[in-house]
Nanobody, 118 residues
Framework: VQLQASGGGLVQAGGSLRLSCAASGRILNSDGVGWFRQAPGKAYEFIARMAWTGDTIWYTDSVKGRFAISTDNAKNTVYLQMNRLKPEDTAIYYC????????????RGPGTQVTVSS
């Protein structure tokens, strides 16, 4: 399964964006889906994840209360709603897949650039 992220862009601080991640194949109920980001010169940061079934949602502290991960299972699509964006949210955002419970997370396609201006 390949994952194509889209929806990035340039936004002012305090604004919102919704990222989408379309899967090329079927995501299974046993899979997990999530979002990473990589800011310039920094390591990948895991920011949100959830089970494809809709439970066990987790966020890293820096985005908790501002970002929301969701899925449309019929469309095989994962979303990341990002509100109250900050300049430090500037990064390339990637979607990822965990193909079995407790397994490794893999980025499965190109990311989308999000730039937040101050």
């Amino acid at each position: 399964v390949q994952l194509q992220a889209s929806g990035g862009g340039l936004v002012q601080a305090g604004g919102s964006l919704r990222l989408s991640c379309a899967a090329s194949g079927r995501i299974l109920n046993s899979d997990g889906v999530g979002w990473f980001r990589q800011a310039p010169g920094k390591a990948y940061e895991f920011i949100a994840r959830m089970a494809w079934t809709g439970d066990t949602i987790w966020y890293t502290d820096s985005v908790k209360g501002r970002f929301a991960i969701s899925t449309d299972n019929a469309k095989n699509t994962v979303y990341l709603q990002m509100n109250r964006l900050k300049p430090e949210d500037t990064a390339i955002y990637y979607c990822s897949l965990q193909s079995r419970p407790g397994g490794a997370w893999h980025i499965r396609g190109p990311g989308t650039q999000v730039t937040v201006s101050s």
